[in-house]
């Protein structure tokens, strides 16, 4: 079994409807958080070495991932750190565009993240805008987190879709887990969930831990941790 240190340590977050969806059908990109949420959002992207999302999430949301306070950003520089946490994407069949703002937005180091046979491709579609790492055919979760901790990064910050919450939680590669439920039902059966099936650890004969709870506005956030912690990088 690989160690826990060989890898980041790993907070994923997700804002959810009450009946665990992370979007709708329509066009228009559904509201599930407030400002007051996306702040507390931007104050853990601050904290991350980096932030991850899959290249689904690049192609149909297409975010910045920038850290938005300008007094975090200069924090963090006053710390020796850029203004905003490295980018990682990871994709199986390297469907990447490198015009996209992940790739195009922030001074920061980009990697993606895909399977051996498609490196070549993926560096040639992206034309040196990331560093392109093969992790495995097919791609191993495992290896490409001892890489990223090979790269210096510490903490990472997951924010999705569903797939990649799916892949990290069912691989028990989750120390904290945030998710804001907006009170609001969406009931759409070919909506994205906030996870897919999966064999996952964190079943009812391992229930995870409520850390902590907040109320923000008329959002719940819940905070949880797997019951054997390890140690927080600070």
Same mark, same amino acid.
């Given at each position: 079994?690989?160690?826990?240190?060989?890898?980041?340590?790993?907070?994923?977050?997700?804002?959810?409807?009450?009946?665990?969806?992370?979007?709708?059908?329509?066009?228009?990109? *559904?509201? &599930?958080?407030?400002?007051?949420?996306?702040?507390?959002?931007?104050?853990?992207?601050?904290?991350?070495?980096?932030? *991850?999302?899959?290249?689904?999430?690049?192609?149909?949301?297409?975010?910045?991932?920038?850290?938005?306070?300008?007094?975090?950003?200069?924090?963090?520089?006053?710390?020796?750190?850029?203004?905003?946490?490295?980018?990682?994407?990871?994709?199986?069949?390297?469907?990447?565009?490198?015009?996209?703002?992940?790739?195009?937005? =922030?001074?920061?180091?980009?990697?993606?993240?895909?399977?051996?046979?498609?490196?070549?491709?993926?560096?040639?579609?992206?034309?040196?805008?990331?560093?392109?790492?093969?992790?495995?055919?097919?791609?191993?979760?495992?290896?490409?987190?001892?890489? &990223?901790?090979?790269? =210096?990064?510490?903490?990472?910050?997951?924010?999705? =879709?569903?797939?990649?919450?799916?892949?990290?939680?069912?691989?028990?590669?989750?120390?904290?887990?945030?998710?804001?439920?907006?009170?609001?039902?969406?009931?759409?059966?070919?909506?994205?969930?906030?996870?897919?099936?999966?064999?996952?650890?964190?079943?009812?004969?391992?229930?995870?831990?409520?850390?902590?709870?907040?109320?923000?506005?008329?959002?719940?956030?819940?905070?949880?941790?797997?019951?054997?912690?390890?140690?927080?990088?600070?």
């Amino acid at each position: 079994m690989r160690s826990v240190m060989d890898r980041p340590y790993v907070i994923a977050s997700a804002a959810v409807s009450l009946d665990g969806y992370i979007d709708d059908v329509a066009e228009a990109r *559904l509201i &599930l958080s407030d400002e007051e949420d996306l702040d507390r959002v931007d104050e853990v992207r601050a904290w991350a070495d980096a932030v *991850l999302v899959g290249a689904n999430t690049i192609r149909t949301d297409d975010p910045r991932l920038l850290v938005r306070s300008a007094e975090r950003r200069r924090a963090r520089v006053a710390q020796g750190r850029p203004e905003s946490p490295a980018k990682v994407t990871l994709t199986r069949c390297g469907k990447v565009d490198p015009g996209a703002r992940f790739f195009t937005t =922030g001074d920061t180091e980009r990697f993606v993240y895909t399977c051996d046979a498609t490196v070549d491709e993926v560096r040639s579609k992206l034309g040196g805008v990331a560093t392109v790492v093969g992790a495995g055919d097919p791609l191993e979760l495992p290896r490409m987190l001892a890489d &990223l901790r090979g790269r =210096g990064v510490e903490r990472l910050m997951v924010e999705g =879709g569903g797939a990649v919450h799916t892949l990290f939680l069912a691989a028990d590669a989750v120390d904290e887990l945030h998710v804001v439920y907006a009170p609001f039902f969406v009931g759409q059966r070919d909506a994205p969930r906030f996870v897919n099936p999966a064999d996952f650890p964190q079943g009812p004969a391992s229930r995870m831990r409520l850390a902590s709870s907040r109320q923000i506005g008329d959002l719940m956030l819940l905070c949880y941790r797997p019951r054997k912690d390890r140690a927080r990088h600070d």
